[in-house]
């Protein structure tokens, strides 16, 4: 398969069938710890060079030789899914399609422009990650695309928790040595 894969057990969306709708490593971020090493296109821009009709044509086929296998469809992957221009028409179009919940998980880092804020509203649950709490964490843990700043990102995950709609788990995953000292631990409850 090209755009889907799993299912993938997990610990919080039981049988997660992944949807990958951007090209390999197309990413506002350049994560140090990134399981699928060094970000090859870092950008902020909108890319839609995946068809979402592919997705869905390929998702069907799926679905219909695996019947009752899938407990989510997760909108992630290699690359940050909210650069998708049409995130939004595809959630809403697997929702029109399929009585499965839709899971979002993004690194967050757009949810400050209202279009991006636009897409995710669709989906049933948003994953949102949160590595840093100052701006120099962000820049070794995350090195974002230079047009992004903490601030922003922060804005963004309080808009998204403004939002009616879909339900937030907020992601947080603590670095030895980076990101786990007491103070940023106080300010990551405080955040």
Not at 140 to 146: D, G, I, K
């Amino acid at each position: 398969m090209k755009y889907i894969f799993g299912p993938v057990p997990s610990r919080r969306l039981g049988w997660s069938l992944g949807l990958d709708i951007l090209p390999y490593k197309t990413c506002s971020y350049d994560c140090i710890y990134c399981e699928l090493g060094p970000t090859t296109r870092l950008t902020s821009d909108p890319v839609g060079l995946v068809e979402p009709g592919a997705v869905l044509t390929e998702l069907e086929s799926f679905l219909v030789s695996h019947p009752g296998q899938v407990d989510f469809l997760t909108v992630s992957g290699s690359g940050e899914p909210t650069l998708h221009p049409e995130l939004g028409e595809l959630i809403r179009a697997l929702k029109r399609r399929y009585a499965l919940p839709v899971a979002l998980i993004t690194n967050g880092s757009l949810l400050f422009r209202p279009e991006v804020l636009e897409r995710v509203r669709a989906a049933d649950l948003v994953l949102p990650s949160l590595d840093a709490v100052d701006p120099e964490t962000l820049a070794a843990v995350n090195r974002p695309h230079p047009g992004l700043d903490l601030d922003s990102l922060l804005e963004g995950l309080l808009a998204l928790g403004r939002l009616p709609g879909p339900r937030l788990w907020l992601e947080i995953l603590f670095l030895q040595g980076l990101n786990d000292h007491p103070d940023q631990i106080a300010r990551f409850r405080q955040v």
